[in-house]
């Protein structure tokens, strides 16, 4: 199907523990980009990436790691979990033309 | 830097009934566009309405319309006629409308709206 696809849509992980989240889009759209939502802060920038292999930080980029090696995906890895980053990560691609986002479903992340 | 403010983090109205969510921001740029997105409980981020700075006239979509005031900084989000389905998290956005900024997107903190049969 066409869009823009997260996984898991659910996981828990162990503290210290390394943890992928997947992001695969069929736009072709230029730029991806990994958001967190927590309560009272909306949501805060991870990472972005212009192109297949640019990539630059964001607002909140301490203890993820990103990579983009082909133009559809944009996984985001969490190096070694901490509590702090349980959270709600969004993925989401724009085409250079466009206005807005279009999102993924959401990946609901707990750290224990 | 760019901020999106939401001052009131819980709004609620009756079905039917009209409600306005606040939201102002900060910009020293003329060019950019702002957008309000709807989250309901399912967690997809819907685009609900966008305004292009440069245009005087506010912009409509149904139901929801936005007043944008920018000398002041300020654009609301009016619902009217509200039903249960607008029950969700309201978020506030800004982009610069410069090239170099990565299209990157800010968001405000969010307003949950609630609606009461």
């Known amino acids: 199907d066409a869009g823009i696809t997260q996984s898991p849509r659910y996981k828990i992980t162990e503290t210290g523990r390394q943890v992928t989240l997947m992001c695969h889009q069929t736009?072709?759209?230029?730029?991806m980009f990994w958001y967190r939502q927590d309560l009272g802060h909306g949501l805060r920038l991870i990472y972005y990436?212009?192109?297949?292999?640019?990539?630059d930080k964001g607002e909140v980029p301490d203890g993820y790691v990103v990579s983009r090696s082909k133009t559809e995906n944009f996984p985001l890895t969490l190096e070694s979990a901490t509590r702090s980053q349980t959270s709600v990560y969004f993925c989401a691609s724009s085409d250079v033309r466009s206005y807005g986002y279009t999102f993924g479903s959401g990946t609901r992340l707990t750290v224990v | 830097a760019q901020t999106v403010t939401q001052s009131q983090p819980e709004m609620s109205v009756q079905e039917a009934e009209t409600v306005t969510l606040s939201c102002t921001y900060d910009?020293?740029?003329?060019?950019?566009?702002l957008f309000w997105y709807k989250q309901p409980p399912s967690r997809q981020m819907i685009l609900v309405i966008r305004q292009e700075a440069y245009k005087q006239q506010n912009a409509t979509e149904n139901r929801f319309s936005v007043n944008f005031q920018k000398a002041a900084k300020s654009f609301s989000l009016k619902i009217s006629d509200s039903q249960l389905g607008d029950a969700a998290m309201y978020f506030c956005a800004y982009r610069s409308g410069k090239k170099t900024s990565y299209d990157k997107v800010i968001f405000g903190p969010g307003t949950s709206l609630s609606v009461i049969p």
């Open positions: 736009w072709s759209h230029s730029y």
């Open positions: 990436s212009a192109a297949a292999d640019i990539t």
């Open positions: 910009t020293s740029e003329s060019d950019y566009y």
